[in-house]
């Protein structure tokens, strides 16, 4: 939700965001360099704590052939590193709390950051642990029959080992899981006709730089990507949409699980001088 903040950056009522009015599945989103489009349907369902987050560009034209994938543009989330201080923040640790049909939880959000040295001037960790719950009312609804609840929880582990002055491994794992009771709860649609959903996502990533004599670079990176969803009704009752409300057990349920594994190699030449500086870089 933060992403909205960018110029050119619009969010819908999903949650998805837009890029200079581009579809959302028509952008290509990169984490660290690496692609975290859902490999079924495109779009941006993987989170991350935006405590973790150092740098995000976005790009709608004129960008880069490598990019050239996505018609509507690209947009790239660089994360954080720790150093030879422990750090930490926290924020939202306190829930808010709603009196409606009694005292309830009403949102909480929390986030921690914490990073530091794990052997001081060779290797550095961050973690961006954080976690959402939910609970909505529906008025009209009796009691025991009138809530629906949410909870997401996610957690960015990086580390970084400087294996010699030239050589630097660096590696990630993003965890997302989210579930949701009572989904589609609402005046019309009683808790019987709702669903309960189920979603998870890993994201693993490891990249080796390496700076040659000559003052060129190689990178070699590979990451895998897995992605799970289900949903599922209450019962097998027969679904009816009637006049008042809906009745019965929704119709369709659904588990959906795709996977990617992608890698990169590039190669930055040294800089050379030849009327003006070039920058030359070579990739896969």
Partial sequence: YALRMM????QDGTGQVHVAGSDSRQTRYRLDDFDINA???GLLTLRVSVDAIRNINVEDSRYAAEFGKASGGFLNLRTGMGDDRFRYSATDLIPSIQNRKGIHLNNWAPRITLSGPIRKGKAWFLLAPEGEYDLDFVQELPPDADRSTRIRLGNLARFQVNLKDRNILSGSYLINRFRSYNAGLARFSPVETTLNLNQKADFVTLKDQITLSNGGLVEFGIANSRFTSRFHPK???KYILGPEQASGNYFESGD?????????INWFLPPASWSGRHVIKLGT
């Fill in 7 to 10: 110029p050119g950056v619009v």
């Fill in 235 to 237: 019962g097998d009752a």
């Fill in 39 to 41: 490999p079924v349907g």
């Fill in 256 to 264: 959906g699980h795709s996977n990617r594994f992608q890698g990169i």
